[in-house]
Nanobody, 122 residues
Framework: QLQLVESGGGSVQPGGSLRLACVAS????????IGWYRQAPGRGRELLSC??????YYPDARNNRFTTSIHKALNTVYLQMTRLNPDDTAIYYC?????????????????WGKGTLVTVSS
């Protein structure tokens, strides 16, 4: 059973950067599509990125502040976030589903982490 644990969240000032990590255990991530999501207070969960062995997909092509990558040896997927602003305050989750093709719709994901909180405030 794949297990995911997010880390790297915290408090940061506007304009700052954070790198979130999603560490997997129980199986190799190379067989999965991995998505990063966030849920702000009072809002629904939204997809930020989707990575697979085939390609990487960002739903909001205009947002070039977030970049996802994978370190296969560490079985870890990262989300690098730059130029953060208060609207980025949210709980950030990673999730995975077996299979390639960078399909990461929320309902299709099989495994979820518990999330890590990011707070952007001056």
């Amino acid at each position: 059973q794949l297990q995911l644990v997010e880390s790297g969240g915290g408090s940061v000032q506007p304009g700052g950067s954070l790198r979130l990590a999603c560490v997997a255990s129980g199986n190799s991530l190379e067989w999965y599509s991995i998505g990063w999501y966030r849920q702000a207070p009072g809002r629904g969960r939204e997809l930020l990125s989707c990575l697979s062995d085939v390609n990487t997909y960002y739903p909001d092509a205009r947002n070039n502040r977030f970049t996802t990558s994978i370190h296969k040896a560490l079985n870890t997927v990262y989300l690098q976030m730059t130029r953060l602003n208060p609207d980025d305050t949210a709980i950030y989750y990673c999730a995975a589903r077996i299979g390639s093709g960078a399909i990461c719709t929320i309902s299709s994901m099989d495994h979820w982490g518990k999330g890590t909180l990011v707070t952007v405030s001056s």
